[in-house]
């Protein structure tokens, strides 16, 4: 497994921008799939973004089109989540979550290795 690290949330304001991190560990990140979770207060978790290993392919949820973007280094073991026009409806707290899949998955159950999460507050 892989050990993941988020970093980069914080508060803003409704309209705003931030860019999340994931640092992974090992040296076989580019063998994963990435992806991007969230989990609001009293919500389950829920599928925001995910990318193929070499980042040739992502795919969004329809909330998110057009103002996130999923993106890799597999040079960094890192992968982005930029997050823009933000809305109060994003506020949650963001996971990064690696698989073995080879084929689009956005099931929390497909995912083996998560990280600890890092919140994003927006204020309207």
């Known amino acids: 497994q892989v050990q993941l690290v988020e970093s980069g949330g914080g508060l803003v304001q409704a309209g705003g921008s931030l860019r999340l991190s994931c640092a992974a560990s090992g040296r076989t990140f580019s063998s994963y799939a990435m992806g991007w979770f969230r989990q609001a207060p009293g919500k389950e978790r829920e599928f925001v973004a995910t990318?193929?290993?070499?980042?040739?392919?992502?795919y969004y949820t329809d909330s998110v089109k057009g103002r996130f973007t999923i993106s890799r280094d597999n040079a960094k073991n890192t992968v982005y989540l930029q997050m823009n026009s933000l809305k109060s409806e994003d506020t949650a707290v963001y996971y990064c979550?690696?698989?073995?899949?080879?084929?689009?998955?956005?099931?929390?159950?497909?995912?083996?290795?998560w990280g600890r999460g890092t919140q994003v507050t927006v204020s309207s």
């Open positions: 979550a690696a698989t073995r899949a080879s084929v689009v998955v956005t099931s929390t159950a497909d995912f083996g290795s």
């Open positions: 990318i193929s290993r070499k980042g040739g392919s992502t």
